[in-house]
T-cell receptor, first 115, second 114 residues
Framework: KAGVTQTPRYLIKTRGQQVTLSCSPI?????VSWYQQTPGQGLQFLFE???????NKGNFPGRFSGRQFSNSRSEMNVSTLELGDSALYLC??????????????FGNGTRLTVT | AQSVTQLGSHVSVSEGALVLLRCNYS??????LFWYVQYPNQGLQLLLK??????LVKGINGFEAEFKKSETSFHLTKPSAHMSDAAEYFC????????????FGTGTRLQVTL
């Protein structure tokens, strides 16, 4: 099976712009989670989508939003970019239906730089 | 609320030596615990997970971790370090069964020297 695919790998944006990141989960995985990784704050949970519905949300401002499509692919959007949004954004998928605790499978991330 | 503390942001060992990366958790209920590894310019890869089935958990690449409730610890070990083990290691905890909302530790960078 192909792993979690995130596009693009690198992005450079200017303060005030908006950006959309894409994530294709492992085939059959219906849950997609997003994390932000920065040197200062570490790994922080953004939100989780399951069957096109947001199921969990972290403590991020409303500028951060996401959605999930019927094929489980997900996008996250950040509007009115700030310098502090520069980070590695990681997408992870899981299959809650497999029983037990289903671990996250991460993509290689999108590195966003805001100038 | 749950949290994890990783003692030591940097650990250096010689090739062939024991690897010990420390993780302590804080949780009011039995947690699910994970260790992930991150290589440069890559995402996180699951090493192992604790889900209350057994206190000693064996993972990939020769790593294992032992859940000790009395010490609230879940330390990661490997008997003999290899150069390819150099990476950053993260301990994570969740109280939910799907592990979609993980709380991560701050990470430990492992350096392996000749």
């Amino acid at each position: 099976k192909a792993g979690v695919t995130q596009t693009p790998r690198y992005l450079i944006k200017t303060r005030g712009q908006q950006v959309t990141l894409s994530c294709s989960p492992i085939s059959g995985h219906r849950s997609v989670s997003w994390y932000q990784q920065t040197p200062g704050q570490g790994l922080q949970f953004l939100f989780e989508y399951f069957s096109e519905t947001q199921r969990n949300k972290g403590n991020f401002p409303g500028r951060f939003s996401g959605r999930q499509f019927s094929n489980s692919r997900s996008e996250m959007n950040v509007s009115t970019l700030e310098l502090g949004d520069s980070a590695l954004y990681l997408c992870a998928s899981s299959d809650p239906g497999q029983g037990g605790v289903s671990p996250l499978h991460f993509g290689n991330g999108t590195r966003l730089t805001v100038t | 609320a749950q949290s994890v503390t990783q003692l030591g942001s940097h650990v250096s060992v010689s090739e062939g030596a024991l690897v010990l990366l420390r993780c302590n958790y804080s949780s009011s209920v039995p947690p699910y615990l994970f260790w992930y590894v991150q290589y440069p310019n890559q995402g996180l890869q699951l090493l192992l997970k604790y889900t209350s089935a057994a206190t000693l958990v064996k993972g990939i690449n020769g790593f294992e971790a032992e859940f000790k409730k009395s010490e609230t610890s879940f330390h990661l070990t490997k008997p003999s370090a290899h150069m390819s083990d150099a990476a950053e290691y993260f301990c994570a905890v969740t109280l939910t069964g799907t592990a979609s909302k993980l709380t991560f530790g701050t990470g430990t960078r492992l350096q392996v020297t000749l």
